[in-house]
């Protein structure tokens, strides 16, 4: 189950059995790194906003990776390398850091499955892919969906799904597909300025080399995915993996049967999908029209 988020796993806690149970959102990795963060910091006589000043993140961001709820980003890393003398510590330590704070359990599988992919295929009928988010997205959508949260909690939860999109970057690259429903570029989630900045960012990643984008149409009645959202990975050893996920959980689906289900589904969506070059034409009409 995720607080305020209705993809990828971001989340505190999970369902098991009838029961909820809190899901811890560190690890001691990075517990540790940002002790010796805090204390190199304090070290060097500065204070916690004198830092964030120094390395570009907000007190909150640096509050949050000092008490390990938080995995910090390369530019992080590299930033408070520079702004503490550049002993290296950080930048040799940074690799050995768990990579699931934030992430619920039942995600956990999932996410990890992801960083050694060689293909990953995403179809959504809820809202915008994690992967294709922007900040001010992501944080719209997390303080959209109760409970109510905190500024602290809303901040780990978004850097928690924005940290996956260093997947983008990865060498050698992933081949990634991404199928999304006409309204949920129609929705105004956040406001104009919120989805002119989402509409331009899926218009970048829609010409990346290695991202196929398209739009399901909102008039289509012979439909794939009534079934809802789902997700396919390919693994290295070219073995494929499904995902579900609903609002109270999510299911890793390795049964080579089922799977084979997801795929069929998949392909027919895409089939049924406009192209590539036509979903950009979509983006870019909804885009001048805001």
């Known amino acids: 189950m995720a607080y305020g988020n209705t993809d990828d796993g971001v989340a505190e806690t999970t369902t098991r059995g009838a029961g909820v149970c809190t899901e811890p959102s560190t690890s001691d990795s990075l517990r540790t790194f940002g002790a ?63 990579r699931q704070a934030g992430l619920a359990s039942w995600f956990r599988q999932w996410a990890r499955l992801e960083t050694q992919a060689v293909t990953l295929w995403t179809y959504e009928c809820r809202v915008i892919p ?6 001010r997205y992501a ?22 799904r924005l940290e996956r999109q260093h997947l983008f970057e990865r060498r050698p690259p992933i081949a990634f597909s991404f199928i999304i429903e006409q309204a949920l570029v129609e929705r105004g989630t956040g406001g ?6 989402l509409l331009d960012h899926l218009l970048e990643r829609s010409v990346q080399f290695n991202v196929e984008l398209q739009i399901m149409p909102r008039y289509q009645p012979d439909h794939a995915g009534f079934d809802g959202p789902l997700r396919l990975l390919e693994a290295q050893d070219n073995r494929w993996f499904g995902y579900a996920e609903g609002q109270r959980g999510g299911m890793l689906v390795s049964d080579p049967k089922e799977v084979s289900i997801m795929l069929q589904r998949y392909a027919r969506l895409r089939s049924q999908a406009l192209n590539s070059e036509d979903s950009r034409g979509l983006l870019k009409r909804l885009r001048g029209a805001l």
């Open 36 to 98: 010796f963060l805090h204390a190199l910091r304090e070290h060097a006589g500065l204070s916690r906003e004198e830092f964030a000043d120094l390395v570009g993140f907000s007190k909150h961001t640096v509050a949050s990776i000092e008490q390990g709820r938080r995995m910090p980003d390369r530019d992080f890393v590299e930033r408070a390398e520079k702004a503490l003398g550049n002993t290296g510590a950080l930048r040799r330590a940074a690799p050995h850091l768990s």
């Open 130 to 135: 994690g992967l294709l988010q922007t900040e």
């Open 139 to 160: 944080r719209a959508v997390t303080e959209s969906v109760p409970p109510v949260k905190d500024e602290e909690r809303v901040a780990e939860q978004v850097a928690a």
């Open 192 to 197: 104009p300025d919120v989805m002119r900045e």
